[in-house]
Structures are given as structure tokens and as C-alpha cells.
């Protein structure tokens, strides 16, 4: 329920105008998805001169998503794309020296991912590691560029024999949405000498570690591990240090029993920032990033964000070590902030550009990915609080599209809460035009539409259909306490506040009242299916990757945890399971022509919970049909499906709302 498919979570806004500045233009279009590239993972060269990052187009020919590394100058004016291989590349990282981009990929390679090294200046990629007895999950240079430290997975079989073996299970948390069936496997940190290409083991154990972070002076190594009795009963992980030399025992710094994560070391290797959970029991859902800082020696750590009540990611240290920037997540926006060493707070961006990423400068310069109105996300320089675009991938193309204009707005919920929504207008229509009106819901459900760029309701806008973002109560952007009254309690006050602006875009004027729909992805869908329950009002709804008979759930999908803490065991609470289950138990109280869609590997939400609603509905006769892709997970990622499910949505939604 966490998760949407990737075009899901595209999110934005554009300002007002007026309905016929656009008329030249066209409307987007769902096979406009093989045109839209995707830049991600931009890192700064150590002279500061240039920027690499990843671009990630679509080969409609191949029907799949392909990755190259590129490099932008800091100035912006020169632009270089550096690998050109249909086997994609990822994880770009500069050597300290500044002469090499290393990547990962598994190009020419019967053993998997293995990274290799590119000239800064030119010339084929050279294959650097051959690692044949774990699969690589993260790497990261050492500071004198000497050395690799690896984060290995032990390696599963990977023999394909005529009859497969079975699958031995015995793992609490058994099944994961992409893994599958989750046999037992272990990461552990080995360092790789770059001159002789030697491997050495740094940690030993049955455990997993991610978020390797070298200190300055490269004498240590701090990183991330759950070290629990049963990782998989409990969310926990704390942040260890390791000295890089051989026999090292890990040190254990943080205590909390919640999760600890992303550990970033000051310039002088004595404190390292962190992000801590509010929450401290054995699960997390809703829950809030808290800032934080402790001695590299161990101690008691310093809460910098702990009254901010907002979330904060992506920790950096400012290059003096005097304050720490990161970015907040407020109410539809995400900005850049410094906080001090005592927990005072400044806003740094005060555009409206939602930002996603942050890495340092050696100027005291930022680079960013935002994310504007207009636009997918680019990346740009931040420079005493102004933003400066480096790469420009999407103008050309979206120079041509009408996209809707977005406004927010508030409404009140029939208990009284006020709840923020995005309204997308479609372009080139009379705005005092009453319209139908699509109600499509994020997922998460601790997530928040924001004002940045979003595929999935300009799309749906560029048919004809003014588009509605519910922030409901579950999201996140609004405080703590606003995004975990939900818990246990599902499909009840987030139903409130989705019909509260239904409401508020009838009464404004907004939305035709006879040609309402609702739809959404995951936690989206699942709403959807208890808002048509609970309300008849809806003339069409797309349901993607949900789910309604909850008490048929536990043990099917991947959310153990989240059933025994919020609702307990079925068999000591099945009341409640049965409650939760309202969607399905009174199906027929439904009259919403209702379309069903999920990927036929979907272990998050599996595709039983669509079925079964799919079924009700053909039971009862209320029009509906269901959509399975084939050999697809949670999020859709296969191009043309992609395109594929844009033209079903519009089509449905056309059937019953034109």
C-alpha cells in the first residue's frame, strides 16, 4: 500500500491562465510516454566543474526503459552524453582523483552487476570489478580514491534446472512485492582495492547493511543495519561505524528502536547527521523523519527537527560543518532548509519548485532535482537561494503540449477537518465551465500531492476532465498527528475528506454533479473501492492495484506487520477485519461502473483483491471489467502498459462521464 507505480507519483501544478492562450497546442496523449525521459542521480565532480547524472528514455522498438550517464558543465553550457549501451547503466559516482565516472551494469557479464569505470574525458567503459559470489547492491569510493567499499547480498542459485526446486520458506515476512518469495539472504560491507583488484571482508554476519558512508579522513565506515533478534517482526535499524581495517568489530551508535538511517559525516569526522522515526515500536507506517546528530564516538544524540512536526529528508553538512541542510515536506511543497547545530530552522528556496534531491558544492553552492509547474524534474544549481537550471531534457517536447492550469484549494470534511486538494483545470476550456470531474487519489497512504509535475492528472485533464489531488487525512505534509489518525481505522476519515471535496467542486461551480468519477493506484485504489461503497453519487471509477475484503488479506500480501499492529490477528480481532472489509461485505450497495486493474505479480497488493471485487460486481451486474498485466508487479513499468492503461482510464471514464 506504500507504493504507486512510478508515473503515479509524477506530481504538479502550473499556474492560472487563461482557457485559450493554449489553443495552438495540442493535448497530451497517452503514447506521448515513449517522448518523456526521466533524469535522476546527479552528482557533483570533486573540482566542482561538472555534473553526472542518469537519463532514463523509452525504446519503443524494445518496449523497455533504458539508462545512460551523462555529464552537465556547473556554468550549464555544455552538455555530453558519456555511455550509449542498451544494457542501461546506473549508480554514477566520480572517482576523488576527478578523472573517472564509475557506474554499474551488467553489460558483457555473465555474473551480474559489476561496475566499471569511464575516462571523464572520453572512451569506451572498462569493466573494473568481476564479482561472481554476491550481488551488489551499493558502492561508494573511499576518500583517497584507493579503495571500493561494496555492500554484497549473498547470492541465491541461480541454476535454472528442467524441474525448479521448491521454495523453502522460513521467514516471518515471507513474500515482497519484485522479490517474491523471500528466502533467507545476507549483505555484509567488503572492501575492494582498485590497483590489485582485491577483495577483503570488513563485516561478517547474518544480517543486511545498506547506506555505507565513508568518513573524511576514510579510517571508517558508518552504515545501516537491523541487528535484531528477527529483523523481519520489527522495522527497527540503527547506524554502526566500522574501522576499514582488517578484523574491525562494528560499533553500535544509535539506540532508538525505531529506524535510524541515512548516516552523513561532518567535514571533520566527529558528528554524523541522521535521520531518526518518531515512532519507536517494531512498526512504522505513519511516521515523520526527524533530523538528527550524534558523536561519531556514540552518545546521546541531538533531535535538531524534533518540533518542526514535518518530515525531513536527504541530510547534507554544509561545507564550514556549522549547519546542516535537508529538505522539508510542507503541505504540497518540498523546500531546502538549513537548520543549525541547536535546531534553528531557515527556509533556503522560496520558489515553488518541489525538490527532490540535494547534493553539496565545494562553492557552498547546492544541486538539486526540482521538479517546476511546467515541467518534469531537471536538475539546478542553487546559488544564495536562486535556482539555476543545468539540464533542460523536457522543454522542447512540452513547448508543444496544453497542459492543465492548478490551482490548490481547502475544503471542510462533514466532521469538521480541513483538507488540502490540487485542482487541475484542462487547458483551452472555459474555467466557468461546470466539468466532469475525475477524483484521482495518491497512494501511499503517507504520501501528499504536491505542486510539481504530474503524467498521470494531466493526462487525464488533456481528455476533456477537470482532476482533483485528495490530500486526506493519512497524508503526510500536514503533521504528525494529521497523518496517523487514520491507523486501524481505514477507509473511514480519508472517505470524509475525499466526499468533503466533492462537495466543495459542486458547490464552487467546479465539477458537474452528474459526472463525477474516482480513481487512483494502491493505497488510491483501495480508497476508491471504499469511497463507491460508501457513496453512489460516482458515475464511473478506476480502481488500480487495490483492495477491499481485508480479512482475506493476511498472510497474502506483504504487510504482516501492519495487520498484527494496527488491527491484531484475525483470529483475536476478526470483527474488525470484517468491518475494514465493508467494500466487499456490501458490494451490493454499489452502483459505480467500476474498472479493476493490477499487475498479474503484484505482492504488495496482489491481484486477488481486485478479483474479488471484479467478481462482486459481475455477481451483482453493476458494469465492470478487469484489467491483469501480464508479469507486472506493483508498479507498472513496462512502456507500452503504461500507455496501455492511460487509454483504458480514458476510455472508461469517456464511456460514462461524456
Avoid at 472 to 497: A, F, T
Wanted: hydrophobic share 35%; net charge neutral; charged share 25%.
Amino acid at each position: 500500500m506504500k507504493k504507486l507505480s512510478f508515473y503515479a507519483l509524477l506530481l504538479g501544478i502550473l499556474p492560472s491562465i487563461g482557457y485559450s492562450q493554449n489553443a495552438t497546442k495540442r493535448n497530451l496523449k497517452p503514447k506521448d510516454i515513449y517522448q518523456i525521459k526521466s533524469v535522476s542521480d546527479a552528482k557533483i565532480s570533486p573540482d566542482g566543474a561538472w555534473v553526472s547524472y542518469t537519463l532514463t528514455s523509452v525504446d519503443s522498438v524494445k518496449n523497455k526503459r533504458s539508462s545512460d550517464v551523462w555529464m552537465v558543465s556547473w556554468d550549464g553550457k555544455e552538455s555530453i552524453q558519456l555511455t550509449n549501451s542498451p544494457d542501461g547503466e546506473s549508480q554514477a559516482k566520480w572517482s576523488p582523483d576527478n578523472k573517472y565516472i564509475s557506474f554499474v551494469s551488467a553489460r558483457n557479464s555473465s555474473t551480474g552487476s559489476q561496475i566499471w569505470l569511464l575516462d571523464r574525458r572520453g572512451g569506451e567503459g572498462k569493466q573494473l570489478t568481476n564479482l561472481k559470489n554476491g550481488d551488489l547492491q551499493e558502492y561508494a569510493w573511499s576518500p583517497d580514491g584507493k579503495k571500493i567499499a561494496l555492500v554484497l547480498e549473498s547470492k541465491a542459485d541461480t541454476s535454472k534446472p528442467k524441474t525448479p526446486k521448491p521454495i523453502v520458506i522460513d521467514r516471518f515476512l515471507f513474500k515482497k512485492d519484485v522479490e517474491g518469495y523471500r528466502e533467507r539472504t545476507f549483505s555484509n560491507i567488503f572492501l575492494f582495492d582498485v590497483a590489485t583488484k582485491k577483495i577483503d571482508t570488513l563485516t561478517k554476519g547474518n544480517y543486511e547493511v545498506s547506506s555505507i558512508a565513508w568518513s573524511p579522513d576514510g579510517s571508517k565506515i558508518a552504515f545501516v543495519s537491523n541487528r535484531t533478534a528477527d529483523p523481519d517482526r520489527n522495522e527497527n535499524s540503527d547506524i554502526f561505524v566500522i574501522e576499514t581495517k582488517a578484523k574491525s568489530e562494528a560499533k553500535q551508535l544509535t539506540t532508538w528502536t525505531g529506524s535510524d538511517s541515512a548516516p552523513v559525516w561532518s567535514p571533520d569526522g566527529k558528528t554524523i547527521a541522521y535521520l531518526r522515526s518518531t515512532a519507536s515500536d517494531d512498526y512504522i507506517m505513519y511516521d515523520h523523519s526527524v533530523l538528527c546528530t550524534i558523536s561519531a564516538d556514540g552518545g546521546e544524540p541531538t533531535l535538531l527537527s524534533k518540533n518542526l512536526d514535518r518530515p525531513v529528508n536527504t541530510p547534507r553538512w554544509a561545507k564550514d560543518g556549522q549547519s546542516i541542510y535537508a529538505l522539508v515536506v510542507d503541505d504540497r511543497y518540498r523546500y531546502l532548509a538549513n537548520f543549525s547545530l541547536s535546531g534553528n530552522m531557515k527556509k533556503v528556496s522560496e520558489d515553488k519548485g518541489i525538490y527532490s534531491s540535494l547534493e553539496s558544492h565545494q562553492a557552498g553552492n547546492w544541486l538539486s532535482l526540482v521538479t517546476t509547474p511546467e515541467l518534469p524534474a531537471e536538475i539546478y544549481a542553487i546559488e544564495n537561494g536562486q535556482r539555476r537550471a543545468l539540464t533542460n531534457h523536457h522543454e522542447a517536447f512540452f513547448k508543444q503540449i496544453s497542459l492543465a492550469t492548478v490551482e490548490g484549494f481547502t475544503s471542510k470534511s462533514k466532521d469538521g477537518a480541513t483538507v488540502s486538494s490540487i485542482l487541475y483545470r484542462p487547458a483551452n476550456i472555459d474555467p466557468k465551465k461546470k466539468l466532469p470531474t475525475i477524483f484521482f487519489i495518491h497512494g501511499g497512504p503517507v504520501s501528499q500531492d504536491e505542486f510539481g509535475f504530474d503524467l498521470s492528472r494531466q493526462m487525464l485533464a488533456s481528455a476533456g476532465y477537470a482532476v482533483v489531488g485528495v490530500n486526506y487525512r493519512g497524508s503526510n505534509g500536514r503533521g504528525l498527528e494529521y497523518c496517523k489518525v487514520i491507523s486501524g481505522d481505514w477507509g473511514n476519515k480519508e472517505v470524509l475528506d475525499i466526499l468533503g471535496a466533492v462537495d466543495y467542486t459542486v458547490k464552487n461551480g467546479i465539477a458537474d454533479p452528474e459526472k463525477l468519477g474516482i480513481g487512483g493506484w494502491s493505497y488510491g485504489g483501495i480508497l476508491t473501492d471504499y469511497t463507491i461503497a460508501t457513496d453512489t453519487r460516482f458515475k464511473a471509477a478506476a480502481s488500480g492495484a487495490g483492495v477491499a475484503m481485508i480479512s482475506s488479506m493476511y498472510g497474502v500480501d506483504q504487510y504482516i506487520l501492519q495487520y498484527e499492529h494496527e488491527i491484531g490477528s484475525p483470529w483475536k480481532n476478526f470483527d474488525k477485519y470484517v468491518k475494514l472489509s465493508y467494500p466487499f461485505l456490501k458490494a451490493d450497495k454499489i452502483k459505480t461502473p467500476t474498472q479493476f486493474m493490477v499487475g498479474e505479480s503484484d505482492h504488495n497488493v496482489p491481484a486477488v483483491g481486485s478479483e474479488q471485487m471484479y467478481q462482486a460486481l459481475r455477481t451483482i451486474g453493476v458494469p465492470t471489467e478487469l484489467i491483469v498485466y501480464p508479469g507486472q508487479f506493483h508498479g507498472i513499468s513496462v512502456p507500452s502498459y503504461q500507455v496501455d492503461r492511460f487509454e483504458r482510464y480514458i476510455k472508461w471514464f469517456d464511456k460514462y462521464l461524456k
